[in-house]
């Protein structure tokens, strides 16, 4: 099975944001919690596949990229091989409560599998 | 057969107390958070997908499930209605009123062929 090619098969999506901080990380953080809550996985246990069959990679879309710690969101993710990177993106809101802006991420988390055919 | 996926999505009716319109934005929030390959995995057709969506909502009569079936592009949906989801009164001082209903959705999918 680890010949076979690899295959995305879902692309978990998700919303974040700082309110008041102004904390890219914690936005981000938020927005792959977002992702993850809105779906499950059972094939694992249905198909008796282990957890590290699967590989993870994560987008974080934020207005400063560079000031995300990657390192840290990656302990948000608790199966599979797991990537994050941050890129540029997500919304910078102003708004008269919060003087470093709404911070608003968005999240992509990709999963592969070996094709399972 | 199994349930290879499990979507979660919510949905209400904010003044209306429409439970089949909270449950079909549930439905919505429920697909449009993910995006599924899973029948290309398993070397399937889309139409192989079988969707099993149970539905929870205070008052499960009140949904029309005749109505949700269009909101899926593909694949073959069953629809299980029961009492769920979370109807928040509207206070005194509004003087009446209907409540605003959440309404908890959740998709299985499985896919005909695997278990």
């Known amino acids: 099975?680890?010949?076979?090619?690899?295959?995305?098969?879902?692309?978990?999506?998700?919303?974040?944001?700082?309110?008041?901080?102004?904390?890219?990380?914690?936005?981000?953080?938020?927005?792959?919690?977002?992702?993850?809550?809105?779906?499950?996985?059972?094939?694992?246990?249905?198909?008796?596949?282990?957890?590290?069959?699967m590989r993870v990679a994560v987008t974080v879309a934020v207005p400063n990229p560079e000031s995300v710690d990657t390192e840290a969101l990656k302990s948000a993710l608790p199966r599979g091989r797991v990537t994050v990177r941050a890129v540029e993106g997500g919304l910078l809101v102003r708004s008269p409560a919060s003087p470093d802006g709404i911070i608003m991420a968005s999240a992509s988390v990709e999963a592969y599998l070996p094709a399972q055919y | 057969?199994?349930?290879?996926?499990?979507?979660?999505?919510?949905?209400?009716?904010?003044?209306?107390?429409?439970?089949?319109?909270?449950?079909?934005?549930?439905?919505?929030?429920?697909?449009?958070?993910?995006?599924?390959?899973?029948?290309?995995?398993?070397?399937?057709?889309?139409?192989?997908m079988r969707l099993c969506c149970v539905i929870g909502v205070q008052q499960p009569d009140k949904v029309d499930v005749s109505k949700l079936a269009d909101v899926f592009p593909y694949g073959q949906p069953t629809f299980h209605v029961e009492k769920g989801g979370l109807d928040i009164p509207r206070p005194d001082y509004e003087g009446g009123g209907r409540p605003t209903v959440i309404a908890n959705v959740a998709i299985k999918v499985s896919l005909e062929g695997v278990s």
């Open chain 1, 1 to 53: 099975m680890s010949d076979a090619p690899e295959r995305r098969f879902i692309i978990e999506m998700g919303m974040g944001n700082d309110l008041y901080g102004g904390d890219q990380t914690k936005a981000a953080a938020r927005a792959i919690e977002d992702a993850l809550r809105h779906s499950s996985i059972p094939l694992f246990e249905v198909r008796g596949l282990p957890h590290d069959a």
């Open chain 2, 1 to 48: 057969m199994a349930p290879l996926l499990i979507e979660f999505g919510m949905g209400t009716s904010l003044r209306r107390q429409d439970y089949t319109e909270a449950a079909l934005r549930g439905l919505k929030d429920a697909l449009w958070h993910n995006s599924i390959n899973l029948a290309e995995l398993f070397g399937k057709d889309k139409t192989d």
